[in-house]
């Protein structure tokens, strides 16, 4: 559909319904699926990469003759049989039949992350690596393309920086949150302006940027991004922890979304088209393209 069709649409729209807008371009829908499925596939693959070798470091060095281990997830033998163990900042923690020992009854195995939580399954290092590489350049092409069209058309600037009057709303915007009370309009409120700001440029960068970072074929490339950053094992560390912040990020956005209005909020993001609060009760601007 042309912006002319698009226009068209919306007017007949409009006129039957004041409340029914379009509000997510077809550009803006379809990086969003792209980026919900290369992050689903770089997640699954990441985590069997990391059961490769199941310890965060910090520094630019590991091994048994360093005491700078922040993660570990594992298996020891104990009295009561094999058990699974997870270890924070030298706190151990029993995670049996999740982390570090898991498997059907009776054929569990020492595996830092179970097989449901990996792509693949079974254990395989070269496979799991080509999925998160082919996936991690599709996110960020993306991304940059994205982030290139939207400085050009003003999309960044105009629905996502947060201006002064966003911060001034942002304590009652938290307070409406908490009490689960919605308003449906064509503006982003405040939280979701700096939810989404955080993870299109901070995370999502900052996950890209440790990535090359871990990769030995980019030292010759970049040889000052490891220093940067504190070392390879640093980056491997700062890389899992925005794994993290990224699924703490969908798990909120997933229940904000059923909060909001399932079928609302998907039709927005799978059609375009959005139903806001009647025109009296939160007069917003008319125009808006992403």
Do not use: C
Not at 168 to 184: E, Q, Y
Not at 219 to 231: A, H, K, R, Y
Not at 274 to 282: G, L, Q, S
């Amino acid at each position: 559909m042309d912006s002319a069709a698009t226009s068209q649409s919306a007017a007949g729209a409009n006129a039957k319904d004041a409340t029914l807008i379009y509000r997510q371009s077809r550009w803006t829908r379809l990086t969003h699926w792209l980026w919900a499925i290369s992050l689903f596939f770089m997640l699954l693959s990441g985590l069997q990469i990391f059961n490769a070798r199941p310890q965060l470091y910090i520094g630019k060095q590991s091994g048994f003759g360093f005491n700078n281990t922040i993660l570990e997830i594992g298996a020891e033998n104990t009295n009561n049989g094999p058990r699974g163990f997870t270890a924070i900042f030298g706190h151990r923690f029993d995670t049996t039949g999740v982390l570090g020992w898991s498997g059907p009854p009776g054929q569990e195995t020492p595996r830092a992350f179970p097989s449901w939580a990996t792509i693949p399954s079974y254990y395989d290092l070269g496979t799991a690596r080509v999925v998160h590489f082919f996936f991690a350049w599709i996110l960020t092409t993306t991304l940059l393309v994205w982030l290139i069209a939207g400085l050009v058309n003003g999309h960044i600037r105009r629905d996502l920086a947060p201006r002064l009057d966003d911060l001034k709303r942002l304590p009652r915007d938290v307070i409406d949150h908490a009490k689960l009370k919605f308003h449906h309009t064509r503006e982003y409120n405040t939280l979701q302006k700096m939810a989404y700001g955080g993870v299109l440029f901070v995370l999502l960068p900052l996950m890209i940027i440790t990535g090359l970072a871990m990769s030995p074929s980019m030292d010759s490339v970049l040889p000052w991004l490891n220093e940067v950053l504190g070392g390879r094992q640093t980056a491997r560390s700062i890389h899992f922890t925005v794994m993290v912040l990224l699924v703490l990020f969908f798990i909120v956005h997933i229940l904000m979304i059923l909060a909001a209005g399932p079928i609302n909020e998907l039709r927005s993001i799978i059609t375009g088209w959005y139903r806001t609060d009647p025109p009296a009760k939160h007069a917003e601007p008319t125009e808006r393209s992403a």
